[in-house]
């Protein structure tokens, strides 16, 4: 019972910075904006963040820096491919690469040693529940606030008008203008929001999950944001059970590790990233669903006519 | 009394055109008035000047009265100015009450919009279902959701661009009504068309532009078409030249009980399509748009291969499963609908844009591109064609809808192809290229070419074809023989069987024909 709590929190816990991330792109993405730098937003976010707390900062200080670090890299993203019109994809790839050389050369004064992680809530009453209480209700504040940004980013884009805006500038920039909507000012808000999603990610790796600094330390994970985001064909439920079935093969082979499996471990680390991918290719076969939820004006530039 | 909208010398250029010179018209309130003119001629730009899409380089703008300084589409809309554009500006992925939520500046409450909808759209004869998505109308139904639209705010100019081009003859009667009902609520509407019986049954006055300019204002009910059509061609109208056909005794293209699913949810299933198209004879498709045109013609350019190759046979060669190249080996050519995009690459070159189909008439040598070679194939058909461009290096985007036109149909009508198939020759493009496309088509087929012509638009299929074929939900009715039948017989076949389901499943009983 316990190895399967072990296993259920763990899994929980790893796809966090995964639903940061990716519910974040999501948004930008809906807005037909291609950001491929989550990666590079994701590092600022875990530099800053773990930077504040080795500077004394408290915890909520040290996350909101995280976020504002992402939020600031996106920046320069959303200057570059919506103000000056650049090719999105070099600009994204341009942010990813920038992201981990900035983040490198901060954290060179880090040192390596661990800080004192977030701790979990402590509910009345829930968390001393048995079974339950361990399940549900001792994860970190951070857990329970992706999940919160999974029920508002669903109920801002499908039952708000703020957000119907948003998905059709994200269908047809040209006809949202011409009824009369700011295409840029909507798109750099989206662009701002899912680069401080991409710094709560890079936080919770550095504060939390891993509370220490490492170079790199996202491994990969805004690149697995992203290919969620279009595997899950744009949605947000299939986002979290994605990010969910990530989180879950990472815990399951590292548990394969410790059990000593005769398998190479380079080969179980790749597992997450290989299940993940095959397991979403293998959902969105359906190209007319895909039709339906794919922001069709996406990584394509928008110059409003005059 | 002062005029709804009036205009003063209105001056607007672009860089190499005037579009629009000291244009002045008024329009009083309750009037029908039409803007007519050739493409080309400035018509669209007044409309986005009025609209303030645009801004006029000069001139004077005055609503009821009152100078409009610079305004933008949000200012007009709060005029009471409200327009529906050519190019629906709707978004397909959401449903009609959200699509109308988005310029609706009441509160963001979709249940009581929907009922507003719901009972506007019933009181204008135009019932459409509110939760529908956008994806799923007709041409006909798209254009009743922005006329809709506009009407929510009850404007007190309405400006319509080209609006009858995709409708059927019997929803064309419909809206007219809706538009008359409108006007004598007081709305002002601006018709623009190059239709001249149109213009003559709806409108109270007309202003005839060309190249910009006003060369008339009219009473279009008390003037001939060929007074009105002079005023906007200008110099004598082209005259069309149907001589009879002789059809070949073998079949050039025939197509045998060829069925299909559609790729997408978007399409429409094709059921047991037959016909077949003789050299020397024009056949044409007639049918609303959305009816299974677009998977036929990928079907037969070769776009999409077909599992029984002799579904479809080119000169009695099995080609159903021939990819386009091949097809193309076998003396196809095809002008799709889109210019853009399908019919030429819009950021290249024209010759660059030649080489793509005339890579088999020495514009390519050992893989290499003959650029000299390209380049006079191009301006080869640039004039023969009178296309009017600035020479062979200028990009496709760069002309105007009619002169691209005339170059695509030209480069392929180059390549002296057996069977030539056309979707929508003249779709936006004016009186006198439309003339002029029309009779190269005709000529082509007098010597001796199978044509087949997928359109929308009755008039030239009428004008043009020998045979005729309906297309309606997928099913292609026995060809009509142009003589033999009339607009009323066609109108009904792309109308009468067509009583759909989801307009059954939509509860909205009361519309006997779907448009």
Request: aromatic share 6%; net charge neutral.
């Amino acid at each position: 019972m316990d190895l399967f709590i072990a296993i259920f929190t763990g899994t929980i816990i790893a796809a966090t910075p995964l639903i940061f991330a990716a519910l974040g792109e999501l948004v930008v993405e809906k807005s037909g904006v291609l950001n491929l730098g989550i990666e590079g937003m994701m590092l600022m976010g875990a530099a800053l963040a773990f930077w504040a707390v080795t500077a004394g900062y408290s915890m909520p200080a040290a996350i909101l820096a995280g976020a504002l670090a992402g939020a600031a890299a996106s920046l320069l993203f959303g200057v570059l491919a919506l103000t000056f019109l650049t090719n999105q994809y070099a600009a994204g790839l341009a942010l990813a690469i920038f992201g981990s050389g900035v983040s490198a050369f901060l954290g060179r004064g880090f040192g390596s040693e661990p800080i004192e992680a977030l701790h979990g809530v402590d509910f009345p009453v829930l968390s001393g529940l048995p079974l339950i209480g361990p399940l549900l209700f001792r994860f970190d504040p951070m857990v329970y606030l992706a999940l919160a940004m999974f029920v508002a980013i669903s109920w801002f884009l499908y039952r708000t008008k703020a957000g119907l805006v948003l998905r059709t500038i994200g269908e047809s920039p040209q006809t949202s203008h011409a009824i009369g909507y700011p295409v840029i000012r909507i798109r750099y808000m989206a662009v701002l929001f899912g680069g401080a999603m991409a710094g709560l990610a890079g936080a919770y790796l550095s504060v939390a999950y891993t509370p220490l600094w490492v170079e790199n330390m996202t491994a990969g994970k805004g690149w697995i944001a992203l290919a969620l985001v279009v595997f899950a064909t744009w949605r947000p439920l299939r986002i979290l059970l994605g990010a969910w079935l990530f989180g879950g093969m990472t815990i399951l082979q590292l548990q394969g590790q410790a059990l000593g499996l005769e398998v190479p471990s380079e080969l179980l680390s790749a597992l997450p990233y290989l299940a993940t991918i095959i397991v979403l290719v293998l959902i969105s076969r359906n190209r007319q669903m895909l039709a339906l939820h794919f922001p069709a004006s996406l990584a394509k530039p928008f110059r409003p006519a005059s | 009394m002062h005029p709804r909208l009036e205009l003063r010398n209105i001056c607007k250029r672009y860089p190499g055109v005037v579009a629009n010179d000291d244009v002045s018209l008024a329009i009083q309130p309750g009037e029908i008035h039409a803007v007519l003119g050739e493409n080309g001629a400035g018509k669209s730009t007044l409309m986005k000047i009025i609209y303030g899409a645009a801004q006029a380089d000069s001139g004077e703008i005055f609503c009821d009265g009152n100078p409009v300084a610079a305004h933008n589409p949000a200012t007009s809309r709060a005029l009471g100015i409200e327009m529906v554009y050519q190019h629906f500006a709707l978004f397909e992925s959401v449903s009609v009450v959200e699509n109308i939520a988005l310029s609706a500046s009441s509160a963001f409450h979709l249940p009581s919009l929907a009922e507003k909808i719901r009972e506007l759209s019933l009181r204008y004869g135009m019932p459409i279902d509110p939760h529908r998505q956008v994806h799923d109308l007709s041409v006909g139904e798209r254009q009743r959701v922005e006329i809709v639209r506009c009407l929510l705010r009850t404007p007190k100019l309405l400006i319509l661009d080209e609006p009858t081009s995709v409708l059927t003859p019997q929803a064309v009667v419909k809206l007219f009504e809706t538009l008359r009902q409108l006007a004598a609520e007081g709305c002002s509407i601006v018709y623009i068309s190059h239709k001249l019986d149109e213009v003559q049954e709806l409108c109270d006055t007309a202003t005839v532009l060309r190249n910009g300019k006003v060369t008339g204002t009219a009473r279009p009910k008390e003037t001939t078409s060929l007074e009105l059509a002079r005023m906007m061609v200008g110099s004598k109208l082209p005259e069309m030249h149907v001589s009879p056909p002789v059809p070949s005794e073998k079949p050039v293209l025939e197509v045998t009980n060829l069925s299909v699913k559609a790729r997408d949810h978007f399409g429409v299933d094709l059921k047991d399509v037959s016909f077949d198209v003789r050299g020397g004879e024009i056949v044409g498709l007639a049918g609303v748009s959305g009816n299974g045109q677009a998977e036929l013609i990928a079907l037969l350019s070769g776009e999409r291969t077909h599992g029984r190759s002799d579904a479809i046979r080119i000169s009695g060669t099995p080609a159903a499963g021939l990819r386009a190249d091949e097809r193309r080996k076998l003396g196809l050519a095809f002008v799709p609908e889109e210019r853009l995009g399908r019919g030429a690459v819009p950021s290249h070159t024209l010759w660059e844009n030649t080489v793509l189909t005339a890579h088999r008439s020495g514009t390519v040598r050992n893989g290499l591109v003959d650029r000299r070679k390209a380049s006079a194939f191009a301006a080869g058909i640039i004039d023969r064609f009178k296309v009017k461009a600035n020479g062979p290096a200028s990009t496709a985007q760069s002309l105007s809808g009619g002169n691209l036109q005339k170059f695509i149909v030209g480069r392929e009508i180059a390549l002296q192809p057996k069977l030539l198939l056309v979707s929508q020759p003249t779709w936006g493009v004016d009186v006198g290229a439309s003339a002029f496309i029309r009779q190269t088509i005709v000529d082509l087929s007098r010597a001796g070419a199978a044509v087949l012509v997928v359109s929308e638009e009755l008039d030239e299929l009428f004008e043009i074809c020998d045979r005729l074929l309906v297309i309606c939900q997928g099913r292609v009715s026995p060809p009509l023989v142009r003589k033999t039948t009339d607009r009323e017989e066609v109108g009904l076949l792309m109308t009468g069987r067509t009583m759909s389901k989801d307009q059954m499943a939509s509860g909205s009983g009361d519309v006997a024909l779907q448009d």
